[in-house]
């Protein structure tokens, strides 16, 4: 039992090292992971901690062992471990098949379209056009692939870095804050949607439009102050230089774009009706474009 109570300062020191990742200069993936095996040994060799919980005597239950011995703690432990990596997993599984998604309308030139919608010249304009489209991309693809695919436009759209910086600030802001409404747009919600904390519809009607006002502030406060009344880009945006050669032709690139981010939009609905993993949603998406 006296391992046991190193289990919260693993814990705490763990999340200190990946908040201080800089600083340490040890990578945080390798401090989450070397926390996470600490832990679960710690657990594992005191089985003596697990044998007490309502979880486990649950499980003995429904298990129809008679007493608990220590190898039925083992197995309770042992199925929890795998348990909690299925969890993760299906969230890797999420997020890889997104961001494959997002790749293969790229690869299409789905995403030129995009390009082509928000083009202008007008810098206020311009910053508009970016907020809105990280806000809503972020929503459907998640708030790191939309992210990408902005800041990737904008390379695309503004000469001058100085400027590019400062729509790409502002759309890593609006990502951030699309993200949050949808049980797609990020991680953390992904999380709390397998888990069964959230549901979609009440997380998009009870967020969005906090959300929205989380970015349109920042975009009404950019909007006067980071750029004049009537100033353009240092040279007209011509997409039709763009490095991405024309696979398809415009309405073509348009309708794979479409197909794609209703496959996204369709993952909560394809969960709720055919009771499946949110993963085995966007993999159907994933072949259906592909």
């Known amino acids: 039992m006296t391992w046991y109570y190193l289990m919260p300062a693993i814990f705490i020191l763990g999340i200190l090292a990946i908040a201080f990742e800089e600083q340490i200069k040890i990578n945080k993936t390798a401090t989450a992971l070397l926390t996470c095996v600490l832990l679960w040994s710690i657990l594992l060799i005191n089985t003596d901690i697990a044998s007490v919980t309502e979880g486990y005597q649950t499980w003995l239950k429904a298990a129809s062992q008679i007493q608990p011995d220590e190898l039925a703690v083992s197995d309770y432990l042992s199925f929890k471990l795998n348990h909690h990596l299925g969890d993760v997993s299906s969230t890797l599984f999420f997020v890889l098949c997104s961001m494959a998604l997002v790749n293969t309308i790229d690869n299409y030139g789905g995403f030129k379209s995009v390009a082509e919608i928000v083009v202008t010249e007008n810098k206020r304009s311009l910053l508009w056009r970016v907020a809105l489209a990280s806000f809503f991309f972020s929503a459907f693809l998640d708030n790191l692939a939309a992210a990408i695919v902005i800041i990737a436009v904008l390379r695309r759209l503004v000469p001058d870095q100085k400027d590019r910086m400062k729509y790409a600030c502002l759309s890593i802001i609006a990502c951030n804050a699309g993200g949050s409404w949808s049980p797609i747009g990020d991680v ?6 397998n888990s069964g904390r959230i549901t979609p519809y009440y997380q998009i009607f009870h967020l969005i439009l906090p959300a929205f006002f989380n970015m349109f502030v920042p975009t009404l ?5 980071l750029f004049k009344k009537g100033a353009k880009l240092r040279k007209p ?3 039709a230089t763009d490095e991405l050669v024309d696979i398809l032709p415009w309405r073509a690139r348009f309708i794979v774009l479409g197909l794609g981010i209703a496959s996204l939009m369709l993952v909560p609905i394809w969960q709720t009706f055919f009771d499946v993993p949110a993963f085995m949603g966007v993999i159907f998406g994933l072949v259906l474009v592909w």
């Open 237 to 239: 945006s011509d997409v």
């Open 188 to 193: 953390t919600t992904l999380l709390l949607w």
């Open 221 to 225: 406060l950019a909007h006067f102050f």
